[in-house]
């Protein structure tokens, strides 16, 4: 049995690392926003911030990584105790991830600088990124909350997230297909919809993680899907 000293220190190192795992779920979910705006906008001193946001965000995670680690070693938890560690690790990575998708973002918005833009081809990654930014938030709050509902609901969701990226990609290759001036501009706005959906997947590896936080069991290994396009990440 742990003493009730020892149970308060590990209590306070489980606090630790969840006001570390709540820091970066608002910085990255500040960088998705502020990159999505910065592109939106054409907004070049937002997608600088952005991108100068991104070492923080992972000497974050290696700050939770290397104290999980610690923990696990000094405390040899078990049960709800180990995946309570566990799940910060996991979390903090895609955290990490999706603050790297929005730097990307905010990279692609640099170099549209001096691309004629066709406005109207944007209006699908704004809906993407609305809704991919919702996932975030509710993922976020499910594991704050240790919500096991909220999270099969983002863990259901990701197909929406998937069939608007076909649909982005249809939309994006009418436009080059149209006027080949088009293809510059369409193609960063192509790598642009493959980060958003990316950061949709994190947040649906987030809803997983909570899931088996809180049940000791994994939701089905086969995600709902809305179809695949041919595009990757650039990440």
Known sequence: MMSEHTVAAYDKELGTLGRNIAEMGG??????SDALDALMAMDLDLARAVVACDPRLDALQRQVEEFAILTIARRQPMAVDLREIVAAIRVSGDLERVGDLAKNIAKRTLKLADVPRI???????????????????????????????RARDVWTRDSELDALEDSVF????TFMMEDPRNISFCTHLLFCSK????????????????YYLVTGTNLPVDRPKGGSSIMTSDV
């Open 195 to 210: 980060n958003i959906e990316r950061a949709g997947d994190h947040a649906t590896n987030i809803a997983e993680t909570v």
């Open 170 to 173: 249809r939309d994006l290759l």
């Open 27 to 32: 910085l990255a979910e500040k960088m998705l």
């Open 119 to 149: 406005p109207r081809a944007a209006i699908g990654l704004k809906h993407m990124g609305d809704l991919a930014l919702l996932q975030l938030k509710d993922v976020l709050d499910a594991y704050a909350t240790r919500d096991i509902e």
